[in-house]
């Protein structure tokens, strides 16, 4: 039977405006999951949206609508990132979904019996973006001491979590297993920051907001969000419910994935709620630092997003996912550029392990047509190129155990360079010349066939769509490209055929793709502005009551007629039949339509304005047009009946 392997993200706040910053934790997720699988574990990994909590209450009370309608519309953006970058999760939970909210409700309740939870009163301070409670003393300055942003000031009646309880079993449980947090030295963060200085009893419910999950036996009250999102791990597996075959299988987790920010929650909060329910802990967490832009944590606030949409459409997820997991030590912040980016794509991809393909590939079919002779002959470099390629598998495995993805992926381009070496130390090109020395030739050939074929298995976790491209052109079955044979020589077949392709990675023109990027994202900026200006404007309208506006009667009103005024250019002067009679109007649109343009066309009336002398001119009405950009464009309802009411 396949061992189970279960692997999480963290459930992303439904937004439509993730980041490459946020691409990190899931391509990292993903690459380890289909690692495990090529491994032959049974993998589970899962992601998804965290979709309660004040954040999320108020961002859609400024879009007009409730917090449901807005996160079921901006969830699919979520998805859509995903697939774009190719994250192939086994689970998708929404904290919305049902089974959650009954889990979540159930776990509260048996906190609460079990004397876990109990009722008091919380005054202290929440800071909205991060959905934290902090006491005076862990401010910063008066700011929120994870984000730096305001914090409220609340004070409400709510439910506690007993955490201070678990501060020793805690603090002992992280010193006895040092593996449990990844890299070490968070770990240490943890002890020193948090467990030592002491921990407090949580606030776990509000009754101030209401978009969270109701505590089914005090329904004033709402679930704080993390304690909410947090349990998404075990109830996406159907704990609490009949059907928890998932959970006896996966649980406990293999491996969290988390960025630093909320390390806290997953090292000290989480661990303390599976301890009061009697549930095993997660066997690893593994801690990752930020991708960073100028030094600062890459976030849309900040202005300084690069567009994963952009990005995965122009070089393809791949590159995208090779760059950012190459460049991210685990624990380290990595700070992005799309020129490092760009060199990278060209110096490894392109030119390593693209160009290592080609020219092998090229020169199979250069000198033996396509498919290798089966006579052998060994020589001087072999041995060490074939030993560097079968080591590699066993380092990898490593580095993936350690969650160490960039150093995975070091090692193996150290092969690709060590087989690239291979090519100018053996110069196939001077064997060719010598009509001898077939054999030596279709061994350098072979074992570089067999070099791409190792590299090309490891990388497939990493890389999805490019790399069954790569094995493909040199010939490797489905058969041979297997983890099983990923430490052994001489898999491919004596008289492997190849078959050229279209180049893995094409080099890309630094100058001009940096161009056209920094016109992209200035572009954005400009957009931003626009939106700012009209936020501004639309929120600077003073408000008016329904009274005020069921004053303006609108009406549907056929244009019948239509002549320029001689007296002022920018008016035309229309005849207009209201349903009843006709009447005059005048417009300033003469700039923008001719008669012709008019005449016949159904407009939107403002039929009760007290008619006005305009340039001679008795204007009766208005008409409806809008302001777009330099132009001004009339509402036209064509199928509509003059004198129909609009309210
Ligand atoms: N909803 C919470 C997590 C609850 S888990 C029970 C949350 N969501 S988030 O959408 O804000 O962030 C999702 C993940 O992306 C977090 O691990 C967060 O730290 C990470 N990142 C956000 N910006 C990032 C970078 N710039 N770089 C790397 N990771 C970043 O937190």
């Known amino acids: 039977m396949k061992k189970p392997y279960y692997i999480t993200t963290p459930i992303y706040y439904p937004s439509s405006?993730?980041?490459?910053?946020?691409?990190?934790?899931?391509?990292?997720?993903?690459?380890?999951?289909?690692?495990?699988?090529?491994?032959?574990?049974?993998?589970?990994?899962?992601?998804?949206?965290?979709?309660?909590?004040?954040?999320?209450?108020?961002?859609?009370?400024?879009?007009?609508?409730t917090p449901k309608e807005y996160v079921d519309k901006i969830v699919a953006a979520t998805k859509d990132l995903w697939k774009l970058m190719d994250v192939n999760y086994d689970g998708f939970i929404r904290t919305t979904d049902d089974y959650h909210v009954k889990a979540v409700q159930k776990i509260f309740k048996e906190l609460?019996?079990?004397?876990?939870?109990?009722?008091?009163?919380?005054?202290?301070?929440?800071?909205?973006?991060?959905?934290?409670?902090?006491?005076?003393?862990?401010?910063?300055?008066?700011?929120?001491?994870?984000?730096g942003r305001e914090v409220e000031l609340t004070s409400e009646e709510c439910y506690f979590f007993r955490l201070s309880k678990y501060q020793d079993r805690l603090t002992e449980y992280i010193e006895a297993h040092p593996e449990f947090i990844q890299p070490a030295f968070r770990a240490k963060e943890m002890i020193n920051n948090f467990l030592k200085p002491g921990l407090e009893d949580l606030c776990v419910s509000r009754t101030s907001i209401k978009w969270g999950i109701p505590v089914d036996f005090d329904p004033d009250h709402v679930v704080y969000v993390w304690l909410d999102a947090l349990t998404n791990y075990i109830t996406k597996l159907g704990y609490t419910t009949e059907n928890h075959e998932l959970f006896d299988k996966f649980w406990p987790a293999d491996v969290h994935m988390v960025a630093k920010d909320i390390m806290r929650f997953h090292a000290i909060i989480w661990p303390a709620m599976l301890m009061a329910l009697d549930l095993p802990l997660p066997k690893h967490l593994a801690v990752h630092g930020w991708i960073t832009f100028n030094g600062q944590k890459m976030s849309k606030s900040l202005g300084n997003v690069v567009d994963p949409f952009v990005l995965g459409k122009r070089y393809g997820a791949d590159a995208i996912r090779y760059h950012i997991l190459r460049e991210m030590a685990l624990g380290a912040d990595s700070s992005f550029s799309n020129e490092?980016?760009?060199?990278?794509?060209?110096?490894?991809?392109?030119?390593?392990?693209?160009?290592?393909?080609?020219?092998?590939?090229?020169?199979?079919e250069k000198y033996f047509g396509g498919t290798l002779p089966t006579e052998r002959e060994g020589g001087e470099f072999d041995d060490d190129l074939i030993a560097t390629a079968t080591a590699l598998k066993s380092s990898v495995d490593d580095f993936i155990d350690k969650t160490q993805l960039n150093n995975a992926l070091a090692e193996i381009f150290k092969v690709v360079s060590r087989a690239n070496k291979y090519i100018d130390e053996t110069a196939p090109w001077v064997i060719a010349k010598d009509e001898t020395k077939k054999a030596r030739l279709a061994t350098v050939l072979y074992n570089l066939l067999e070099t791409i074929r190792i590299t090309a298995t490891l990388l497939s976790a990493f890389m999805p769509t490019t790399m069954p491209k790569a094995l493909e052109q040199i010939g490797a079955c489905e058969k041979c490209a297997t983890y099983e044979n990923a430490d052994k020589f001489g898999v491919l077949p004596l008289d492997v055929t190849v078959k050229k392709g279209e180049a893995l990675f094409p080099r890309i023109d630094v100058e001009k793709e940096i161009?056209?990027?920094?016109?992209?994202?200035?572009?954005?900026?400009?957009?931003?502005?626009?939106?700012?200006?009209?936020?501004?404007?639309?929120?600077?309208?003073?408000?008016?009551?329904?009274?005020?506006?069921?004053?303006?009667?609108?009406?549907v009103a056929e244009i019948k007629a239509c002549e320029p005024i001689k007296k002022a250019k920018k008016l035309l002067k229309l005849t207009i039949y209201d349903g009843v009679k006709e009447r005059t109007v005048a417009s300033g649109i003469a700039k923008f339509y001719t008669p012709d343009d008019l005449i016949g066309r159904k407009i939107i009336l403002v039929s009760n304005l007290k008619p006005a002398k305009l340039c001679g001119v008795e204007s009766c009405g208005m008409i409806l047009a809008a302001t777009c950009g330099e132009e001004i464009k009339v509402i036209f309802v064509d199928d509509m009946e003059p004198g129909s009411k609009i309210s």
């Open 515 to 555: 161009e056209e990027l920094n016109a992209i994202i200035k572009n954005n900026e400009k957009v931003d502005e626009k939106t700012a200006k009209l936020k501004e404007e639309i929120e600077g309208v003073a408000q008016i009551g329904i009274d005020d506006f069921c004053k303006v009667d609108l009406r």
């Open 17 to 65: 405006n993730l980041h490459i910053g946020h691409c990190y934790c899931s391509v990292a997720a993903d690459s380890i999951a289909r690692f495990k699988k090529l491994q032959g574990y049974d993998v589970y990994f899962l992601t998804g949206t965290d979709e309660h909590g004040q954040k999320i209450e108020r961002k859609a009370e400024e879009a007009g609508t």
């Open 112 to 147: 609460y019996d079990r004397g876990d939870i109990y009722k008091g009163e919380y005054k202290g301070w929440y800071c909205t973006p991060c959905e934290s409670f902090f006491t005076e003393t862990q401010l910063k300055d008066g700011k929120c001491p994870d984000c």
């Open 340 to 364: 490092i980016m760009i060199n990278r794509i060209n110096s490894d991809l392109a030119n390593g392990f693209g160009n290592l393909v080609s020219r092998t590939v090229a020169m199979v």
